[in-house]
């Protein structure tokens, strides 16, 4: 397989073949590459009560409800970078309703295929039909066995539907131990196995931290970045950093505009103010998100199969500045993303302002302080308490929900004990309710 074009598989098979178990096992040691999506015929049948042999139109109905959600969540997995496991197929049913001659699925089938994303590869866990019926037997699911006879039919008319359609078919041989089938799989898929992904399943994939200026940001990343990895993994969720800060670029474009006006020209995008830069232009912060997007783009392509954390640091003010913000960061961040507010007063972001500027008079890029005219048209009014009204939850953007956590950071502190248990219960708590979303998916 080609990993880089080949990002959404599905897996097939007959029944009790162990695709469930494989995928759950692929889904829990690749947490940082691979996400798994349900059989959705049975998902559809056990979340309406539907009998799967009696109810056919039923179930045809329900399944034409649950397409569109199906796809959406196929393309935001993908979107995301990750590597879509999918269990069993349309077709599966389209060849087990043709074996049962349900005519009334087969004849909405065509247009219910064209709603779902095309798979790039299909696993075929292959099986005899006599251990496949001894397994059936064994879990103990009378519900939904089937004997010889029709399994032989339904293989037929698989095989009939793989090849009208020309699809790209690997096959495995699952009458094996479970540790060869599931390693075929790894091989199949070019998953490859790394002490990392222990550490990735109780970490943040993408962490955006945000909060007035000189809210304590930067001292957040330093003390994170410090720690053990170890440690950062199991008590703060964070795995080795990667950072994208758009404080860099927006300070290009204020070098940028001192070269138009050493030239002769106007300047673009801020203007000086009180020895510093004061913005004009208000369309830079939509253009920094741009930034931060390809940015991002490009990290999470590098690192598909890594522990790592990215994370995405910004400041935003206004009325609509995190609302304007987070309705343009791109799916692939906010299908992956946590936030983290660093919430400090006006008055108190201010005083730590100026106190950062004095402090680091001499440090070329951190000399700069935010002027007053500037704090107070684009710092005064903070949209973030609109947004998130609560000290923790789950914000929906674009259908996407996205766990965020509101820190107080007032009284300032150094002392890193105040700021590790600080730290820790925000993250912690972000972290947790990442998972309880993942749960309720």
């Not at 927006?250 to 009180?274: I, M, N, T, V, Y």
């Not at 940015?295 to 994370?311: D, G, I, Q």
């Not at 004990?417 to 979303?437: C, D, S």
Request: hydrophobic share 40%.
């Amino acid at each position: 397989m080609n990993g880089a074009s080949v990002r959404h598989v599905v897996v097939e098979g007959l029944p009790a073949v162990g695709k469930t178990e494989a995928l759950a096992l692929l889904a829990r040691f690749y947490p940082q590459s691979v996400r798994v999506l349900p059989e959705l015929v049975k998902e559809v049948v056990e979340t309406e009560g539907i009998d799967l042999f009696r109810e056919r139109d039923r179930l045809t109905d329900a399944l034409r409800r649950a397409i569109p959600h199906r796809a959406r969540r196929i393309r935001e997995i993908l979107a995301a970078g990750y590597l879509c496991l999918e269990e069993s197929h349309l077709g599966v049913h389209c060849a087990y309703s043709r074996t049962f001659g349900d005519s009334s699925f087969v004849g909405a089938y065509d247009d219910l295929e064209a709603h779902l994303p095309k798979p790039d590869l299909y696993l075929r866990l292959d099986l005899p039909i006599e251990t496949s019926i001894a397994r059936q037997a064994a879990r103990g699911t009378p519900q939904y066995a089937i004997g010889a006879p029709e399994l032989k039919h339904f293989l037929d008319e698989l095989a009939a539907w793989h090849d009208a359609r020309h699809t790209q078919l690997v096959t495995i041989d699952a009458d094996r131990s479970a540790a060869a089938v599931v390693e075929s799989m790894e091989r199949a898929l070019d998953l490859d196995y790394s002490p990392e992904f222990a550490a990735a399943a109780t970490t943040l994939d993408v962490l955006l931290l945000l909060g007035r200026p000189a809210s304590g940001k930067s001292e957040f990343i330093d003390f994170v970045s410090r720690l053990p990895a170890d440690e950062r993994a199991s008590s703060y969720h964070l795995g080795p950093l990667e950072v994208i800060d758009d404080f860099p670029i927006l300070w290009q474009k204020f070098e940028e505009d001192d070269a138009w006006e050493r030239l002769g020209r106007p300047r673009l995008h801020s203007k000086r103010a009180d020895g510093n830069y004061a913005v004009t232009d208000d369309g830079i912060w939509e253009f920094l998100i741009d930034r931060i997007n390809a940015s991002a783009a490009e990290k999470l392509a590098r690192r598909a199969n890594s522990a790592r954390t990215l994370l995405i640091e910004f400041s935003r003010g206004g009325a609509r500045g995190y609302a304007d913000a987070f309705a343009t960061l791109s799916d692939a961040i906010l299908s992956r993303a946590a936030a983290l507010y660093v919430s400090v007063s006006f008055d108190e972001s201010w005083r730590r302002n100026l106190a950062r500027y004095d402090e680091r008079r001499r440090s070329g890029i951190l000399t700069h302080s935010v002027p007053r005219e500037e704090m107070e048209r684009t710092y005064g009014v903070d949209d973030w308490s609109r947004l998130a009204p609560d000290a923790s939850g789950l914000l929906d953007v674009r259908g996407h929900r996205i766990p965020y956590v509101t820190m107080g950071n007032e009284p300032e502190s150094t002392d890193p004990r105040v700021l590790g248990t600080r730290y820790a219960h925000a993250l912690g708590l972000a972290f947790a309710l990442r998972e309880r979303r993942q749960a309720s998916r």
